[in-house]
């Protein structure tokens, strides 16, 4: 090294032990509490729901990546088996699992691979398939079934947020309680269910900091106060912020879907306000919107925002100009 | 003036400047209606016909209209074939006019019947004209049935109204939806540019 004063390299400089198969496999870790209580609660139908969006997801990667002349172990980086994984959570059990694979070829083509493949796709490509098996299917999407725990024999079942939203729970008082919302003994989406699960998972996303702690907490902290500031005026016609935590799709929405890497903004300012847009734009749907939930929306519509926020959030240079 | 010849005239408007997937022009229509085969098709016709027929007047009457107010005046010229177009349509095929409500009425702004008075048929003769506006209707039908064909067909189960797909087949409602529009026509944009990409390179 005597004759090198200077050193020349191209970036990245700042180089360390992460890759995109160690983050992905912690994310697949991470989500293992969530499908142990998914498969606990809804036994069979999960199983075939999950392996058969995994799957797809997998073949339509493979299929794209050969069409496209790309080294075909890319497929093992496990993002593909997050997409399945994550989709088949958001998915209603009783769904049909030829429906679940559809979404998950949307998922992957339209959703991912028509970008570019992994970094280069806008939006959360789970969400998008399941954006696009919400319009193409309505009727299934919604119908939904209790988990196994359910001693009455009933076939059919309103979500927590449904029963809210359609059947003026709050008034009758046939909420929810926070204890089964909590424990996962409600109806709902596969993954959306258990809360004590995701929090779980969440935390290890955290703790292993795979994901940006601002998202989940400035989503968190959105809710928390548009909705407590409604509870507070009116706790006969809302319902109140905690309730709002625990149900529905919040919790694997703010850990998992809208902590993507890829869609969503890198400079801590950018995370702010773009967690900030979807705890606020959930309570808007969740209280004035057509939907019971919102959590899919928000987040693809922020997500929308992702390029815009990196932009205008971009640090200063050092020594450069403080505007322009 | 053109230098292609009378086949070449016509043929161009089907493919290399077809005025949906080469010039991305006449868009509105072409995301609004195509949910059904029948839809499609009828506004392809009455766009044929507007095109065709403002055409053939524009190219015989180019020496008289002066140059400062030509838009004007094809907008004129076109207006009136629309109305002649909507009129029919209302008395002949009431149903089918309902169903396009104001779309044939907003004929008059598709950019490819105005696009073409400007490019082509102000400063060309009559008879390539008249071989132009052909293509170039070919061409718009050819992918309003294109696109509406795949609408139909996996947004409901049907082709002009007849049933097609099994019964084991679940309609994806989202394709006679407006997303389904935009991901139909995207998709097909993406394969006509990959067709165009790889035809160049081979010569």
């Not at chain 1, 997801?57 to 493979?62: N, Q, S, V």
């Not at chain 1, 193409?136 to 359910?150: D, E, G, H, K």
């Not at chain 1, 057509?290 to 959030?313: D, H, K, Q």
Request: aromatic share 12%; charged share 10%; net charge positive.
């Amino acid at each position: 090294m005597t004759d090198k004063i200077i050193i020349l390299q191209s970036s990245p400089h700042f180089k360390d032990k992460d890759s995109v198969p160690k983050i992905m496999y912690a994310v697949i870790i991470s989500l293992a509490p969530a499908i142990f209580t998914s498969l606990y609660f809804f036994r069979f139908k999960a199983l075939v729901l999950l392996l058969s969006c995994v799957a797809a997801c997998l073949t339509t990667e493979a299929l794209f990546l050969f069409l496209r002349r790309k080294p075909l172990h890319s497929l093992l980086d496990g993002s593909a088996i997050i997409t399945g994984l994550l989709l088949a959570m958001t998915l209603p059990p009783s769904l049909s699992p030829e429906l679940a694979v559809i979404g998950a070829v949307v998922a992957m083509a339209i959703g991912k691979q028509v970008f570019g493949g992994l970094g280069n796709n806008i939006f959360n490509p789970a969400l998008v398939g399941r954006a696009f098996l919400q319009t193409a299917f309505p009727v299934a999407m919604t119908t939904w079934i209790p988990s196994v725990m359910t001693k009455v024999d009933i076939l059919t079942y309103a979500t927590p947020l449904g029963n809210l939203k359609f059947e003026n729970a709050v008034a009758q008082g046939t909420l929810t309680s926070l204890k089964d919302l909590f424990f996962g003994n409600t109806g709902g989406c596969l993954g959306e269910t258990s809360a004590l699960a995701l929090i779980l998972g969440g935390l290890f996303l955290l703790f292993r900091r795979v994901i940006d702690w601002r998202i989940p907490l400035g989503i968190f902290l959105s809710l928390t106060i548009f909705t407590g500031i409604f509870w507070l005026a009116n706790p006969e016609k809302y319902t109140s912020p905690l309730f709002h935590i625990l149900a529905g799709g919040f919790l694997i929405g703010a850990f998992f879907m809208a902590t993507d890497m890829v869609t969503s903004p890198i400079t801590p300012l950018g995370a702010w306000v773009y967690a900030l847009g979807i705890g606020l734009i959930v309570g808007l749907i969740r209280f004035f919107g057509g939907f019971p939930e919102g959590v899919m929306y928000s987040i693809l519509f922020m997500n929308t925002f992702v390029p815009l926020l990196n932009r205008y959030t971009r640090p200063r240079i050092l020594g450069g100009r403080r505007k322009g | 003036m053109s230098t292609r010849s009378i086949g070449q005239e016509f043929v161009k408007g089907l493919w290399d400047e077809n005025p949906v997937f080469r010039q991305l022009l006449g868009l509105c229509p072409t995301l609004a209606v195509t949910g059904w085969v029948i839809n499609g098709l009828a506004m392809g016709l009455a766009t044929s016909f507007v095109l065709i027929f403002s055409s053939l007047v524009v190219s015989s009457i180019k020496k008289f209209i002066p140059s400062q107010v030509r838009i004007a005046s094809y907008i004129v010229i076109i207006a009136t074939f629309v109305t002649i177009a909507d009129r029919c349509m209302a008395a002949f095929f009431p149903l089918i006019s309902k169903n396009l409500g104001p779309y044939i009425p907003l004929i008059v702004v598709n950019c490819i019947i105005l696009g073409r008075q400007e490019a082509f048929s102000s400063r060309n003769s009559v008879g390539r004209s008249f071989i132009d506006a052909l293509g170039m209707s070919s061409g718009f039908v050819l992918a309003l049935l294109i696109l509406s064909s795949i609408r139909e067909v996996l947004g409901v189960g049907t082709f002009l109204g007849l049933q097609v797909m099994g019964t084991w087949f679940k309609p994806w409602i989202i394709m006679i939806l407006p997303p389904g529009a935009f991901l139909t026509l995207g998709i097909l944009l993406g394969i006509a540019l990959h067709i165009e990409r790889k035809t160049k390179a081979r010569k």
